[in-house]
């Protein structure tokens, strides 16, 4: 029988361990976001529908996103057991420099739009991470101020190949100039997806003051005061602005893009070349032989063709028929530090993150970007040690199985499942 006692007033207060109180809402908010989700909730509070449905949204009927993170969903982790990583190092070498993760800031169009600081906080989180940043053709801030926000880091660019040519071949000068070490040459966009959130929403560049927008600025009066008080958005090629996003690609996209622009800006381009986009093995194979420096696997978050290959699912594929030394990187549904690391042990050498960095900057601008590399960042170094693999390096295929889904078959009860 347990004996009991009357506890001393001193060991009660053992146990009491009083927080001192942070009065800095936005710290203290953020620092109760444990994942991506939690982040993205914080920015769909804060953010007007239609810019936050830009990030959130796909095309058609966002099938390719929802399968992107699905096939991540459906890894089986086989640790190592009895040898033990208390050092992990995830740091990696990626198209001529150091990474010290895993992962990279992909590039995002229209970023100011989600939040003023846009890829001004971006690079600076990148900078201070040690990680490479991208800026996108259609990016709201110039070349010259992402390099000025991220002076001795890692800056990409990457390139729409645009129907007047010379604004594209204008670029790539610029970026050179300004010290970018690698150029994304994008390939899956020679027209706009069908974003159908954005219709819905009349999402447009400026966005336009209805009694709709007003009516869902009510709650947000912090947003419009951002982009009301700050320097007119600015975009690093259209002069044109105003239309809907669709409207705006399908006027500066070129559906005749071919191999030989890829000709020509590879002698333009005095660093790394990478194509993104490549979606299927004998596109991969091609491009490799034709000596680029590297390739994306990407259907563009889902936002272009959906029901396109899902990148995850392609990978071993073309690691497999590119060899293990051909640098392949992926993006595309990554929302956990574990899908970064099960992307390197199926073969990538790198990643990139789009959405969960745009949800970081929506639910606090530079802070916000800090934590959510802090968030991934942690959840690759915890899931390779407890996978018993010490640096990046030593992840292999066999730390790895893609499970088959298990479907329901509803018309015999809800617990039967077939393959």
Do not use: C
């Not at 706009?192 to 954005?198: I, Q, V, Y």
């Amino acid at each position: 029988m347990v004996q009991r006692q009357v506890p001393k007033p001193s060991e009660i207060f053992e146990y009491l361990h009083l927080q001192k109180p942070d009065f800095n809402l936005k710290r203290r908010r953020l620092s109760q976001a444990l994942t991506i989700a939690d982040l993205r909730k914080i920015a769909k509070r804060r953010t007007p529908a239609a810019a936050f449905d830009y990030t959130d949204g796909a095309a058609d009927d966002e099938i390719s996103m929802r399968r992107a993170r699905q096939a991540f969903r459906d890894v089986e982790f086989h640790p190592d057991i009895l040898r033990p990583a208390p050092e992990v190092d995830p740091s990696v070498d990626i198209l001529g420099g150091r990474s010290a993760l895993p992962f990279g800031i992909a590039p995002t169009g229209f970023t100011r739009l989600m939040q003023t600081e846009g890829e001004t906080a971006g690079a600076g989180a990148a900078a201070a991470a040690g990680i490479p940043f991208s800026l996108s053709t259609l990016g709201t801030t110039s070349i010259e101020d992402v390099k000025a926000a991220n002076p001795t880091g890692r800056n990409w660019f990457q390139l729409y190949v645009m129907r007047q040519r010379e604004i594209s071949y204008g670029l790539v000068e610029r970026a050179a100039k300004a010290g970018f070490d690698t150029l994304m040459f994008t390939v899956d966009t020679p027209i706009a997806g069908n974003r159908m959130r954005d219709t819905r929403n009349g999402f447009s560049i400026p966005p336009q003051l209805s009694v709709k927008t007003i009516v869902d600025a009510i709650p947000r009066p912090w947003w419009w005061w951002d982009f009301l008080t700050t320097p007119k958005l600015e975009f690093a090629s259209l002069s044109t602005t105003g239309g809907t996003v669709g409207e705006l690609l399908n006027y500066a996209m070129d559906p005749t893009i071919s191999d030989d622009d890829l000709t020509i800006i590879r002698e333009m381009w005095p660093g790394k070349l990478v194509v993104k986009g490549v979606q299927n093995v004998p596109d991969a194979v091609r491009l490799i032989d034709k000596g680029v420096d590297g390739i994306i696997l990407s259907n563009h978050g889902g936002r272009q063709l959906d029901r396109a290959p899902i990148p995850f699912r392609l990978l071993p594929e073309v690691v497999r028929e590119v060899g293990a030394d051909a640098t392949v990187m992926i993006d595309t549904g990554i929302m956990h530090g574990a899908d970064i690391v099960a992307s390197m042990a199926l073969g990538a050498k790198f990643t990139l993150v789009g959405r969960a960095y745009l949800y970081g900057l929506m639910a606090g601008g530079r802070e916000g970007v800090d934590r959510m590399i802090e968030i991934l960042g942690s959840q690759v170094k915890r899931t390779m040690a407890l996978l018993g693999v010490a640096t990046v390096e030593e992840l292999e295929p066999r730390h790895v199985t893609q499970l088959e889904r298990l479907t329901p078959v509803r018309s015999v009860g809800a617990d039967s499942f077939v393959r």
